[in-house]
C-alpha cells in the first residue's frame, strides 16, 4: 500500500496513511521486499459534511420572498431575479468557507462555482435576458472565485500549488468564453475580459512567487504521457 499524499509505502492492512490520514492505494512499493515496523496510529480530525441544506432552504426562502414580492408589485422583475440570484454568491464567497472545515482551493471551485453560475442562468431566465446572464453574470461569478484563490494563495502559502491548474483553466476558459458571447450576443463582454486578466494575474504570480511548485505542479496536471 501507499500513501499519494505523503509518497511513502505502508503495510498492507493500512487502509489509511498514519501519518496524514489519507486514504492509501494499492500502488507497488518504491523498494520491493522492504519491512515495516509498526506504524503509530495518529488520530485525524474528521471531515465535516458540508451543510448543504443550509443553502437549498436560504435559497428556497429567498424565491418565495422575490416571487412574493414580484407578484404583490413591490419588485420588478430585475429586482427580484436578483435577490433570487445573489443568495448561490453569498453562498459562494462567505457561507461555505465558514461553515465548512479543510476548505482546500480545488475544493472551493469544484464545489461552489457551479451554484453561482446557476444563479446567474436562471437571473438570465427570470428577466429574459440569457445575454446579461451569461456576459455578465457568469464572468462576474468567475472573477469572485478569482479574488477567493488569490486571498486563499496570500492567506495559506501551502495551497498555492494547487491554485495554479485552475489559474490556467479560468484564463484558457475565459477567452472562449468571451469569444461566445460575442458570436452568440453580438456583445462586447469586459467581465470576461477581466476575468481573463486576473487568471492570467494569479498565475504570474505563482510563477514568480513559487516557481518550482508552480511548474511541477502544471506539469503533472496537463503533461501528455
Known amino acids: 500500500m501507499r500513501c499519494r499524499e505523503c509518497n511513502v509505502d505502508v503495510p498492507e492492512n493500512y487502509t489509511a496513511c498514519p501519518l496524514c490520514g ?3 492505494h494499492a500502488d507497488a512499493p518504491t523498494i520491493q521486499g522492504i519491512r515495516y515496523s509498526e506504524c503509530p496510529r495518529v488520530e485525524t480530525e474528521k471531515y465535516k459534511r458540508n451543510p448543504f441544506f443550509i443553502f437549498l432552504a436560504v435559497w428556497a426562502v429567498a424565491a418565495a420572498l422575490a416571487f412574493v414580492l414580484l407578484k404583490t408589485g413591490v419588485m420588478t422583475a430585475m429586482t ?3 435577490l433570487f440570484c445573489a443568495v448561490p454568491l453569498l453562498w459562494t464567497l462567505v457561507g461555505r468557507p ?3 472545515r479543510q476548505l482546500y482551493v480545488g475544493n472551493y471551485v469544484v464545489m461552489n462555482i457551479w451554484s453561482a453560475v446557476l444563479g446567474c ?3 438570465g431566465r427570470l428577466t429574459d435576458s440569457a445575454a446579461d446572464g451569461f456576459a455578465v453574470g457568469v464572468p462576474a461569478c468567475c472573477i469572485v472565485i478569482l479574488v477567493a484563490l488569490f486571498v486563499t494563495v496570500l492567506c495559506v502559502p501551502k495551497h498555492a500549488k494547487r491554485a495554479a491548474a485552475y489559474a490556467v483553466l479560468f484564463g484558457v476558459g475565459s477567452p472562449v468564453a468571451l469569444a ?3 458570436i452568440r450576443f453580438h456583445l462586447f463582454a ?3 475580459i ?3 486578466v486576473l487568471s492570467a494575474g494569479l498565475l504570474v504570480y505563482l510563477l514568480v512567487r513559487y516557481k518550482q511548485a508552480t511548474k511541477e505542479e502544471l506539469a503533472a496536471k496537463f503533461s501528455v504521457q
Do not use: D
Open 80 to 82: 427580484a431575479a436578483g
Open 22 to 24: 489519507a486514504k492509501t
Open 194 to 196: 477581466a476575468s481573463a
Open 180 to 182: 461566445a458571447v460575442a
Open 121 to 123: 442562468f436562471l437571473f
Open 190 to 192: 469586459p467581465m470576461w
Open 98 to 100: 465558514l461553515l465548512v
